[in-house]
């Protein structure tokens, strides 16, 4: 017997169906909105003022930002990680169905099996 077909054997059914993290996909997924960039608008405005103190526009300088990341990118990581590890941690054996796990570990499951971060595992 294969390597894989004796790892297969072992593995926790959830549902009469086996599931893994598909890790490319993950990756991809952090990696696609890590690379938006991030643009601002900086707006410099020199004044100048007469004797009589009225306010008069002497220079603007508009500039555009551009940084490499957005910001949100270690959002979306944490997220995910809470996500996993909530599925990770939960102490159970043998076949499960939905109804046995804590919701906490249900809304992680469904969110990752949702967004094609878990993919069933034929065996």
Sequence with gaps: MKNSQKRLQK?????????????E????????????PLKETEILENFDYSAEKDK????????????????QESIIYDLLKMFVVQIIV????????????PFGTKLAFNTLLKEGFLIEVNE
């Excluded at 996909?25 to 938006?36: A, L, Q, T």
């Design 11 to 23: 593995l926790l059914k959830f549902n009469d169906k086996s599931y893994a993290f598909d890790i």
């Design 90 to 101: 939960f102490e159970g054996d043998g076949d499960m169905d939905a109804e046995d796990l």
């Design 56 to 71: 008069t526009l002497s220079s603007r300088n508009v500039r555009e930002l551009n940084s490499p990341g957005n910001g």
């Design 25 to 36: 996909r993950i990756c991809d997924f952090v990696n696609e909105k890590s690379m938006v």
